[in-house]
């Protein structure tokens, strides 16, 4: 489902376009089209969500809020000193992602995220 779109959600009252992603490379390829906020799953298949955060690093300052099952510590502070803003624990409600979408300085100049996950 490289680069669908989800509709119908907003925060506050903004509407928010969502391009979902099911695997890493479609990820970065739906990334190149300069979203305002990337949230890769971290068990993404073709390539990884923490290898998707070290490529997007590499290039972009783009905010990333890494999913994952793995809610130990350690998991978490890998993926943060890789370059993620921020981490979601799976499972989490909509109403928490759509909170931390919603963040000051989440997404600097509109509302496109890319929702990779799988």
């Known amino acids: ?10 925060v506050g009252e903004e ?10 490379e479609a990820a970065l390829a739906v990334a190149a089209e300069g979203p305002d906020l990337i949230v890769p799953d971290v068990m993404l298949p073709r390539l990884d969500g923490l290898k998707v ?5 590499q290039q972009s300052a783009v905010p990333i809020l890494m999913l ?3 809610g130990d510590e350690g998991d ?7 370059g993620a803003d ?5 499972p989490f409600s909509m109403r928490e992602l759509l909170a931390r979408v919603d963040a ?9 995220l890319v929702l990779g996950l799988a």
């Open 86 to 90: 921020d981490y979601l624990t799976k």
């Open 68 to 70: 994952t099952a793995k």
């Open 15 to 24: 509407p928010l376009e969502i391009r979902l992603a099911t695997d890493g």
């Open 104 to 112: 000051p300085g989440a997404h600097p100049t509109g509302r496109c």
């Open 1 to 10: 489902m490289h680069g669908a779109h989800a509709a119908g959600l907003h």
């Open 76 to 82: 978490r502070v890998v993926g943060l000193e890789i």
């Open 53 to 57: 955060c070290r490529c997007l690093r």
